[in-house]
């Protein structure tokens, strides 16, 4: 009798064993394919400013709404139409010679409601006035220009010596030009500081993540 028990114990053991290992060696579902009604991470859309950002007046936090350019179209055929509005906030600022805006998005306004905006913005239309944004997404001016930078230089030397030859001739033209010149270049490069978005302003985004457009 006690042979017998252990006899059904052991056949029980390895039928177990066999259907473990039958149902380990089953291949894994195939992973689900992207609804119909969700645009692709990467896609491209241009949105335009409703705000204006200036780095000498924002701060890191602010938010700001910006307007599509242009319609949304999801595989299936649903649409976040051109019009409708996005959010976001600042991120990072940064003053000076190269200063630099870093915008995050929060969410973006489809016919049924608002959906997470996950995205970065990569170019600015238009504005020759600021680098191509970094693989980050950060907005940054470009240097001052140099001829700008002469042409102040300039007009404030024609001004100084202006002012020199009614003080004292000839002599006093040429330290007025002197004096005139270093103002210019300076008035050139504090005026020439900030990084300004307009209102209207077109932005060139990505999309980072996947986004689900509600069909109701």
Not at 27 to 50: C, D, H, K, V, Y
Not at 79 to 103: N, T, Y
Not at 138 to 164: Q, T, V, W
């Amino acid at each position: 009798m006690w042979r017998l028990s252990a006899l059904v114990g052991c056949c029980s053991l390895l039928l177990a064993s066999l259907a473990a290992g039958q149902s380990l060696s089953q291949p894994l579902p195939a992973s689900t394919t992207a609804p119909p009604n969700s645009i692709p991470e990467g896609t491209r859309f241009i949105i335009r400013l409703s705000d204006k950002l200036d780095t000498g007046k924002v701060k890191a936090g602010k938010h700001f709404q910006a307007k599509l350019a242009e319609d949304l179209s999801a595989p299936g055929g649903a649409i976040i139409p051109r019009g409708k509005r996005v959010k976001g906030h600042v991120s990072a600022v940064d003053r000076g010679f190269h200063a630099r805006l870093l915008l995050s998005f929060d969410e973006i306004e489809t016919q049924h409601g608002w959906m997470p905006l996950v995205a970065t913005v990569t170019g600015v239309p238009g504005e020759h006035g600021v680098k191509q944004p970094k693989a980050e997404g950060d907005i940054e001016r470009k240097g001052p220009n140099k001829g700008r930078m002469i042409e102040s230089a300039a007009i404030g030397a024609g001004i100084g010596a202006l002012g020199g030859v009614a003080a004292g001739g000839s002599h006093g033209a040429a330290i007025g030009a002197g004096v005139g010149g270093g103002a210019g270049l300076g008035a050139g490069l504090l005026t020439d500081r900030d990084l300004k978005l307009d209102k209207g302003q077109m932005l060139e985004v990505r999309l980072d993540r996947p986004l689900q457009v509600p069909l109701h």
